[in-house]
């Protein structure tokens, strides 16, 4: 079955709506863009103020276009964006690209006025790409479509690149000629009113002319949409995401620990992650990245070994090795024997390989064939410094030369002229690079992809406990709902009471208890007071219950009662949490519990979709999830407990929406290794 997004990647019409025979304008430069690289259907031009543009018949309207019109790019002045799209939708136009820019991003009556085009879009069986967007691309020989406004001229590949802004897209098709990037499909996408990234990555998974898919994204419109192609195993191709706004202040009104810590660009990490979807630090690492998985095979292991000419740029290599999960190779002897017959005698057959300046195209060729041949190496990275004696192009094409199934990736780091002497030359012009510590970073996307983990899920949605969380919104619960459902999914806590101050004096009490305030608008209760532990006698307990209900009454917030268990003695404080990202859902953390929880900061966070590696991963990856596993000689906690408790919150968040945030804070580990939650809020 025939995709709509086929009607934009590969149209055999593009009518553009609002052409300009002025030069320099963009509607004749997108127009020029068309024809200069050579789309190979029919260009239809609107405009009722020209005859003809660039050599192609206008149109004075739409509705003068006989031929059906399979893509249209609206770029008509704002005033007439509504009426345009609505004479396509009647010309029975699918797919619609708005480069007209004016509307979300300006405020209050754009967002309205494209509110109202997507009402329009949202009632047919049409897709609309923007608005405030600058086009697309397919390379693809058949098609030969560069519908931007840019002037470049992008070779083939097949590379697919989505970019939701348009100066960012700008900037990289401008930069062709110099990075060699090879496309195979782009597309600007602006405002993301209709499609988005993920309509995209579902039709670029399916698409034969693809391999590589790449993101510039500056927001998810429904990141736990998108993971669950993941979740769902639908994506076998490469996916990299270079996320703007790193710097995000955080989730605001977090009101528990676990929301607190609960960053944006800490969520997109942790859940790019454990997805196995590829985040590249900025744009070099991005396309380097997509050059690495479309021009080589991907390592079978992390055993990299390093030829160079020149020591400085090989101790950054080096260093990037470590950063990046590898590890130099340790080479066989027979490799040293072979290699000490190619290197000058003053150059090291260790690795590094260091073959010195004079190191020729001969001696680099040979040195990268041997160590291929080791079976202790997985890669090879060839570093070239150009001397003065010793031209780069040689050096570069020898090494091309060589067939192997193991990957070999080239710095260089030559004269100036060597650019366009590779570019003109080169017989294969497979990548280069620029920077020592650019292939560790591609070789390390390239093992992660190839391991992702994919094992079965231990969480899903699934019919629950039957609750009604509804009337408590914006609300933490109260204690007896908190226990109905700590209780049914099955989270470790501690017996407790409640009690109103009049029962303290009349009950009995086995000592030592810890002594606890509750009220609607008691969080953090330690910074309030509002704990007092190890309370050893009645009459103690009386006297801080009295001075407990003066202090809050001088700070004017409602105690309404207190809480009594029993006092535990701890060995270490976990944290177990939960909360719902605005975009991917609902998340879970494991790590250090206790009240400076934010302070120390040593917690992991994933998807509540998680499976049995996730949750070792979040013990393994923080300090006290080492600690509590046990070190010099102390008795492990019961990880099994703790495993359970992290996936049965998991499935708590995934099975009541209501639920905003959950706090088990502490998560107690007693001296005799018993587990016990002591303080549960959950926030709906």
Request: hydrophobic fraction near 40%; charged fraction near 25%; aromatic fraction near 8%.
């Amino acid at each position: 079955m025939k995709s709509v997004f086929d009607h934009f990647f590969y149209p055999k019409s593009i009518c553009i709506v609002g052409a300009s025979s002025k030069p320099k304008s963009l509607g004749y430069e997108l127009t020029k863009s068309v024809k200069l690289y050579g789309y190979k259907g029919k260009l239809l031009l609107v405009n009722p103020k020209a005859d003809e543009i660039l050599g192609y018949k206008c149109y004075p309207t739409i509705n003068d276009i006989e031929v059906q019109i399979e893509l249209a790019i609206v770029m008509v002045p704002k005033q007439f964006v509504e009426d345009t799209i609505k004479n396509l939708l009647e010309k029975k136009v699918k797919a619609i690209i708005l480069i007209t820019a004016g509307f979300k991003e300006t405020g209050e009556a754009g967002a309205e006025a494209e509110q109202r085009i997507l009402e329009l879009i949202r009632n047919s069986d049409a897709r609309m790409v923007g608005p405030n967007c600058m086009g697309i691309i397919n390379t693809h020989p058949p098609v030969k479509m560069n519908a931007t406004f840019v002037a470049e001229q992008p070779r083939e590949g097949r590379m697919a690149f989505c970019s939701q802004s348009g100066a960012i897209g700008a900037a990289v098709l401008n930069s062709l000629r110099e990075t060699d990037i090879r496309f195979g499909q782009f597309i600007s996408v602006g405002n993301k009113a209709d499609v988005n990234e993920n309509d995209l990555l579902e039709y670029w998974q399916n698409s034969d002319d693809v391999g590589v898919i790449t993101f510039y994204l500056e927001s998810l419109v429904d990141g736990e949409k998108f993971i669950k192609y993941f979740i769902d195993q639908k994506i076998s191709k490469p996916v990299i995401i270079l996320k703007g706004g790193r710097t995000s202040s955080g989730m605001k009104a977090a009101s528990s620990h676990t929301g607190a810590l609960g960053s944006s660009d800490k969520v997109v990490n942790a859940v790019l992650h454990q997805f196995g979807i590829i985040r590249a630090d900025d744009l070099n690492d991005m396309f380097n990245s997509a050059k690495g998985f479309e021009e080589f095979p991907i390592p079978k292991g992390n055993r990299v070994a390093v030829v160079t000419n020149a020591g400085g740029p090989a101790i950054l290599t080096v260093d990037s090795l470590e950063k990046n999960n590898l590890t130099l190779a340790e080479l066989s002897e027979e490799t040293k024997k072979k290699l000490r017959e190619i290197v000058h005698p003053e150059g090291s057959v260790n690795n590094p390989v260091d073959l010195l300046p004079g190191g020729t195209a001969e001696q680099f060729k040979a040195v990268n064939e041997t160590l291929v041949q080791d079976n202790k190496v997985d890669v090879v990275i060839s570093v070239f410094v150009e001397p003065i004696m010793v031209k780069a192009l040689p050096v570069i094409e020898g090494i091309n030369e060589i067939i192997s199934d193991k990957p070999i990736f080239q710095v260089v780091m030559p004269l100036p002229e060597f650019w366009d002497e590779y570019r003109s030359q080169s017989k294969t012009r497979k990548p280069l690079f620029r920077f020592a510590e650019d292939p560790a970073v591609v070789i390390n996307n390239m093992i992660t992809f190839n391991r992702k983990n994919e094992s079965k899920r231990l969480t899903k949605e699934t019919s629950s406990l039957k609750i009604n969380l509804s009337e408590y919104q914006n609300r933490f619960l109260p204690p007896e709902i908190i226990a109905e459902l700590v209780d049914y999914y099955q989270l470790p806590r501690v017996k407790e009471k409640i009690f109103s101050s009049d029962e303290l004096s009349k009950s009995d009490f086995e000592f030592p208890v810890v002594l606890k305030a509750i009220g609607e608008k008691i969080i953090h209760k330690s910074e309030l007071k509002g704990v007092v532990l190890n309370i050893k006698s009645k009459d103690e307990l009386i006297a801080s219950a009295i001075e407990m209900k003066k202090n809050f009454d001088e700070s004017n917030i409602q105690l309404n009662s207190f809480l009594i268990q029993p006092y535990l003695e701890t060995k270490f404080e976990l944290l177990v949490g939960a909360f719902r990202d605005n975009s991917f859902g609902p998340i879970v953390m494991f790590g250090l519990g206790g009240k400076y929880v934010e302070y120390l900061d040593d917690t992991v966070m994933r998807s509540a979709y998680l499976n049995e590696k996730d949750i070792d991963e979040m013990i393994n990856n923080t300090k006290i999830g080492k600690i509590i596993q046990g070190v010099r000689g102390e008795q492990p906690a019961d990880l099994v407990k703790i495993k359970s408790a992290i996936k049965n919150l998991a499935q708590m968040m995934l099975n009541h929406q209501e639920i905003k945030e959950v706090d088990l804070n502490p998560l107690l580990i007693t001296q005799d290794n018993k587990i016990f939650a002591v303080d549960i809020r959950i926030k709906c």
